[in-house]
């Protein structure tokens, strides 16, 4: 079956607001198995509205229009719906009479404008919307029903669930599920990624599991889509694939599905009943702000300090600012070793950056050097990353916060990325 | 003109990400007075790219095409493009040699998959992008002009105002010139800006300045746009206009047009050759992290510290922890002023804050207290904002930061904003 959304009105084409009814809409769909195909925004325009519907009418079996149903001017989708569906525009008695109940339940006198709200395409079918004053309602134009929703998100989201997605399943004949299993990771670029994994689609039968990527640097999302006819048999069809994803990645997957970087740092610290001191430079407590603000991070992180000279970074975790010399791993172990003691934190990182003089430019760099102390031992690296202040910047957080989770996994802190330069 | 989007990839098809490069794309081009009139949205699909290619090129005369320009297999614009174009598919070795020297210059071998990146259609133009390995390019399909842009927003955003807004301003042949002024404030909700302007529009003759909000909460951006039929007029038509925006808004005015508010503190101490040292509690250390990065900043920050406990913060500046006690306008000026003792900074901000117990829901608020402490005297503000843990540490973050520019501006550090709750 396929099914198309239209989505309708001068702020979401102008992009004053941005479109996460569609994204809402498209995403419940697939957690039905319902897969949508093709979306077009349009502006309160009447030849735009109509020539919208009459393209989906051609192309589609089901497509969803939301808003328009307003009870001003620029609200046109019932008045355009009539015209594609060459019926005229009645006044439904029994939206009119839910409305009048509506303010009358809020004490206040309908406004006469709201009637327009009432005007129906002939011969459509309502869909209840018990939050609000928009009627939904469904009409054939071309090939296709139509599913009219109201711009409001609550009062969509409500009929989307209660009226629109049983009749769609309906239409569908069909039952099959569907589930999006994500890996993240640092350190491997996208296309090293698809490298790595070149023939993993082929592990599960029939494509019924199918591989992409989302890169937003330094991090990368791995998604495997699969699809099966209840989520017993997706589970049978997935264990091998995402075995081989893990083998593949090794230590290099950070978090899995909607877990975070710093969320697996939280917990795994949490899990210790450790206590955590950070120390920045260039990242001017940005890694401190990535996990000193989540829940039960009170009781974790015990202090963090930053500064961008390296005699102030001795200073502020107690050392001598005389015996402050150039950033190294050796002056990265020497901080974190004092920070630990210092506060009295169980662990320590320190993530000491070197960066390039001047301008910033494609060929910009810095040279990170971490390390993460405990009481009884420390553990560091040194990398260059290069590609502009925001790129180094970007690249050492994640680095810093990587290398802790891997240390505190028991998992070896250095091992090359495709980030770094090597020299 | 017409102008139309067409935006491509399983991942916003199906809603796992929210399509904010388009609102992106048509708000930057109503910025110069060009309007988007239809958007498509499409999946990685070669029957519904083409589709998509050739509806667009019968409408619009020029379209901008985003997303699918990487270099794997799921990525095909370039190869329906020439498909729709009625074009071959050619190497183009001006881009192929970019892309080597992209990688070289970061010690990396180019993995031999990114070469299907510089396939481009036959007669392409090509459109820079000096921030990635997708190449942009330009290609006549139907009766539009067709602008191939990546979908990495910031190499899209590159792209866009470098390449393809001075190609459609030349396409458009518009005679009259256009001028963005923005002014980003902080403390005043949109609704009472709209209020506070007024009648603004009616200070220029015949509707030539239009008056728009962007709210992304903590700031507000006020836009007004001009239009004239050179810089010379738009000037003479902004001045009276601009100068009203500021005599209302007042105070609240933290910056205009491409400046920051972290810009306008760092200038600022800069102008005094003053330093800062920062003292942090709930907000993590999002507070540094916001300037101490900038260029510039590494002679000015001196040193930034972070802790959620109250006792932890006046260890951490030097104070006896034995002595902390509540959060308070009083604490906040005592730790300021230890913080600016401590570190022999001129300038110190603490921004402590308590912070409510429990989940997060709409209700959870949060009590900022603030101090700006120098050796000779200190300034400061309490105020309790309210609507949730994100809210709230998004709204002491831009607090502080913009009490600062207020202290350095020689204005009132307390005025009223209408995010606080007043007891």
């Not at 008045?79 to 303010?103: P, R």
């Not at 090939?143 to 009929?159: N, S, W, Y």
């Not at 001598?320 to 172990?333: F, K, L, Q, V, Y």
């Not at 970007?394 to 240390?407: K, S």
């Amino acid at each position: 079956m396929r099914i198309e959304v239209i989505c309708t009105g001068d702020e979401v084409l102008t992009g004053k607001i941005v479109n996460t009814n569609f994204s809402w809409i498209s995403q419940k769909l697939e957690d039905f198995g319902l897969s949508v195909t093709w979306e077009t925004t349009v502006g309160d325009d009447r030849d735009d509205l109509l020539l919208a519907f009459q393209l989906a009418g051609q192309r589609a079996d089901a497509v969803i229009v939301n808003g328009g149903l307003g009870p001003t001017v620029d609200d046109l989708s019932q008045e355009i719906a009539a015209k594609a569906a060459g019926v005229d525009l009645v006044l439904s008695s029994e939206w009119l009479e839910k409305m009048e109940a509506y303010f009358a339940r809020r004490s206040r006198v309908m406004p006469p404008n709201n009637v327009k709200q009432a005007m129906l395409p002939a011969g459509a079918e309502v869909l209840d919307n018990p939050v609000g004053t928009a009627c939904g309602f469904a009409v054939q134009i071309g090939k296709a029903r139509f599913f009219f929703t109201p711009g409001v998100p609550r009062e969509l989201r409500r009929m989307l669930e209660g009226e629109i997605i049983p009749r769609l399943l309906a239409k569908s004949g069909k039952q099959t599920a569907i589930h999006l299993k994500r890996f993240h990771s640092y350190g491997i670029g996208e296309s090293h990624a698809d490298t790595l994994l070149a023939g993993l689609e082929a592990l599960a039968p029939d494509g019924s599991v199918k591989l992409g990527f989302r890169a937003h640097y330094p991090q990368l999302e791995t998604k495997l889509t699969v699809r099966g006819s209840d989520m017993d048999e997706i589970r049978v069809k997935l264990a091998p694939v995402e075995q081989e994803v893990r083998k593949r990645f090794g230590n290099f997957i950070l978090a899995e599905d909607d877990r975070t970087l710093e969320g697996v740092v939280i917990d795994e610290l949490a899990n210790l009943d450790a206590t955590l001191s950070l120390v920045e430079t260039f990242t001017g407590g940005q890694i401190a702000g990535r996990i000193a603000h989540l829940p039960g991070a009170e009781k974790i992180v015990r202090r963090g300090v930053m500064a961008r000279d390296i005699a102030q970074v001795y200073s502020a975790v107690g050392l001598d600012p005389r015996e402050a010399g150039e950033i190294s791993r050796e002056s990265a172990e020497t901080v974190a070793r004092a920070a630990q003691r210092n506060t009295g934190a169980t662990h320590a990182l320190a993530v000491l950056i070197e960066v390039d003089e001047g301008a910033d430019r494609l060929e910009f760099a810095g040279t990170v050097c971490l390390a993460i102390a405990t009481a009884h031992e420390v553990a560091s690296r040194r990398s260059r990353i290069v590609g502009g202040r925001d790129w180094v910047r970007l690249g050492a957080i994640e680095m810093g916060l990587d290398c802790l989770r891997r240390y505190l996994q028991g998992l070896p802190v250095y091992e090359r990325i495709d980030f770094e330069k090597v020299e």
